[in-house]
């Protein structure tokens, strides 16, 4: 199989490389360059936000392109004019963002979904306007046949927005560490690994259309996942749990500051109990918690320093002072 990521050298875009390589696929990946590519991939460089940006990409066949892109919409318009006649089949990594928000608990792929332009410049639209942007640019571009893979929470090794790396390192530090409550709340994530497996086996089929890509919901609860990464780490941390009522008095922003924490109500339930029953009948397989959790603290031992944060999001957590004043109001 000859695979061309477009990325790979990120989170996702890594996972589905090491997925292809371990598959014995041929890959080649089209970056800027920035960062070491693996030896035994092609790397092609370019940056598709200039104007003969993917001069690199003009010639060559692939059977399946996997596109990690989250910038302009316009960009993936463009890619698929530059690929038209010669591939197998496209797949693009999107968001469940797309739907209407708060999305409906339960919501399938058919639920209603943002407006978005494939024309975008991605300038003053908000991320759900860009991604569904850049789902209709592949819909357009390959006549209906892209594979759009709607991705929700994603975790595991390489992580680069930084949200159970957080958990980790602070858990891994010891002491009272204020959890989020309550600690049976549902959790509804997908491993990078387990999201490039999907793509690569539904490509290879050539499905096409939305899917909703993350675990079953009740797949693992807040309190599995922060009790083991207690375990992992073999910290003597004590998990203080906040209710929900005490975090919000406090001025403490879910999600972000909490990282892959919302407050039951409706926007969790949208974010944690959608239904991915497509998906897991397409040969969706999402691993358990502990894996996840354990090889994303082995790969944070690799380190020399901190993990790389991505410089378009904002860094993820409690300060210091915050967790104190909110374990003080609990």
Same mark, same amino acid.
């Given at each position: ?7 790979? =050298? /990120? ?6 490389? *090491? ?40 010639? !060559?066949?692939?059977?399946? +392109? ?47 979904? +943002? ?8 300038? *003053?639209? *908000? ?19 892209? #594979?759009? %893979? ?23 530090? !010891? ?29 290879? &089929? !050539? ?6 890509? +993350? =675990? ?31 975090? %919000?008095? &406090?001025?403490? &922003? ?10 039951? /109500? ?15 009948? &397409? !040969? #969706? ?12 603290? %082995? ?5 020399? /320093? ?5 410089? *378009? ?18």
């Amino acid at each position: 199989m000859k695979l061309l990521v477009l990325g790979g =050298s /990120g989170f996702v875009g890594r996972a589905i490389v *090491d997925e292809a390589r371990a598959r014995r696929d041929h890959v080649t990946v089209f970056n800027r360059g920035r960062r070491r590519t693996p030896d035994g991939i092609t790397a092609l460089i370019g940056d598709r936000t200039t104007p003969d940006g993917l001069a690199a990409l003009r010639t !060559g066949t692939w059977d399946l +392109v996997v596109d990690t892109w989250s910038g302009a919409p316009a960009a993936v318009r463009d890619v698929g004019t530059v690929l038209a006649g010669r591939i197998g089949h496209y797949t693009y990594i999107s968001s469940r963002s797309v739907y209407t928000y708060p999305p409906a608990a339960h919501l399938a792929e058919d639920g209603p979904v +943002v407006a978005g332009s494939p024309d975008s410049d991605g300038v *003053d639209v *908000d991320y759900a306007a860009i991604k569904r942007g850049a789902e209709i640019a592949a819909e357009q571009a390959f006549d209906g046949e892209a #594979l759009l %893979a709607r991705a929700g929470l994603i975790l595991g090794p390489y992580e680069d927005i930084g949200r159970l790396p957080y958990w980790l390192l602070r858990i891994a530090r !010891g002491g009272t560490v204020a959890a989020p409550g309550p600690r049976d709340l549902d959790l509804q994530y997908v491993d990078a690994r387990d999201l490039a497996a999907f793509v690569l086996d539904a490509g290879a &089929a !050539g499905l096409a259309g939305p899917y909703n890509v +993350v =675990s079953p919901p009740g797949h693992t609860t807040t309190g599995d996942l922060l009790d083991t990464c207690v375990w992992a780490t073999g910290s003597d941390a004590n998990l203080r749990w906040v209710d929900p009522a005490t975090i %919000a008095a &406090a001025g403490v &922003a879910p999600w972000t500051q909490l990282p892959c924490w919302l407050p039951p /109500g409706p926007e969790h339930a949208g974010m944690h109990r959608g239904d991915v029953s497509k998906a897991l009948a &397409a !040969g #969706l397989r999402c691993r358990p918690v502990r894996d996840t959790v354990i090889d994303t603290w %082995a790969w944070l031992q690799t380190l020399d /320093g901190p993990p790389y944060q991505r410089p *378009d999001r904002p860094q993820p957590g409690l300060s210091a002072e915050a967790e104190a004043a909110l374990l003080a109001a609990a």
